[in-house]
C-alpha cells in the first residue's frame, strides 16, 4: 500500500476545535503534501514540504497548519479558522526526482459535527 | 490559473464498451501527465504517466492514454471496460515551471460500469 498511513481513518470534530491529522511515510521520500479532496473538484493541495524543517503553502492553506521535524512524518492540523473543514484528507509522499510518481496514503475523513 | 479540465463528472457504461475520458490543461510549456484512479474504498493510485517520447502511453489494467501537445489534452482510454473499472479517475499535470514539483488536478470523472 506504498508505505504511507494516515490516522485516523475517520474523525469527528466539533466546530472550534483544533484537530491532527497524521501522516508517516516509510519510503524514505524527501518530499511530502497534503490535499483535500471534495466531491467534483478533484484534489486541492493544502502544504507541501521538499525537505525537513521546510515547507511552503499550497492552493488553500488557509486554515491549515503544518510541520515536518521528521522525514517520515507531516501532520496537519485543522484550526478552528477553516472555513469548511468537512472533507476526505489525503497525504502524499514522492522523491525529489521531477518523474517521480507521488504515492498516496488511504485518507482521513473528517467530520465537522 | 493554470488549471485542469476533466469534462465528464459522471459516466455510467456496460461492460464490454469503450471508455473514454476527457482531460484538457491550461498550462503553456513542457508539462508531465498523469491519470490516477480511485477504487470504492482504495488509496489513490497511478494509472499511466507521461513525461517525454511517445504521446501514446499505455497503463496498468489495459489502459492508455494519447498525449495532443496541440490540443492540451491527455485523454484516457479502455477498449472495453469490466465492472471492476467503476471508480473515480483523476487527470493531473506538474508543470516544469511550478516549484515543488506540485500536481494539480483536475476534478474528476466517476465512472460506473453496469455488469
Known amino acids: 500500500d506504498g508505505g504511507i498511513t494516515q490516522s485516523p481513518k475517520y474523525l469527528f470534530r466539533k466546530e472550534g476545535q483544533n484537530v491532527t491529522l497524521s501522516c508517516e511515510q516509510n519510503l524514505n521520500h524527501d518530499a511530502m503534501y497534503w490535499y483535500r479532496q471534495d466531491p467534483g473538484q478533484g484534489l486541492r493541495l493544502i502544504y507541501y514540504?521538499?525537505?525537513?524543517?521546510?515547507?511552503q503553502k499550497g492552493d488553500i492553506a488557509e486554515g491549515y497548519s503544518v510541520s515536518r521535524e521528521k522525514k517520515e512524518s507531516f501532520p496537519l492540523t485543522v484550526t478552528s479558522a477553516q472555513k469548511n473543514p468537512t472533507a476526505f484528507y489525503l497525504c502524499?509522499?514522492?522523491?525529489?526526482?521531477?518523474?517521480?510518481?507521488?504515492?498516496f496514503g488511504p485518507g482521513t475523513r473528517l467530520t465537522v459535527l | 490559473a493554470q488549471s485542469v479540465s476533466q469534462h465528464n463528472h459522471h459516466v455510467i457504461l456496460s461492460e464490454a464498451a469503450s471508455l473514454e475520458l476527457g482531460c484538457n490543461y491550461s498550462y503553456g510549456g513542457t508539462v508531465n501527465l498523469f491519470w490516477y484512479v480511485q477504487y470504492p474504498g482504495q488509496h489513490l493510485q497511478l494509472l499511466l504517466k507521461y513525461f517525454s517520447g511517445d504521446p501514446l502511453v499505455k497503463g496498468i489494467k489495459g489502459f492508455e492514454a494519447e498525449f495532443i501537445k496541440s490540443k492540451f489534452s491527455f485523454n484516457l482510454r479502455k477498449p472495453s471496460v469490466q465492472w471492476s473499472d467503476t471508480a473515480e479517475y483523476f487527470c493531473a499535470v506538474i508543470s516544469l515551471k511550478a516549484a515543488g514539483n506540485k500536481l494539480t488536478f483536475g476534478g474528476g470523472t466517476r465512472v460506473l460500469v453496469k455488469p
Open positions: 514540504s521538499q525537505i525537513v524543517n521546510d515547507f
Open positions: 502524499a509522499s514522492k522523491t525529489g526526482l521531477l518523474t517521480d510518481t507521488q504515492y
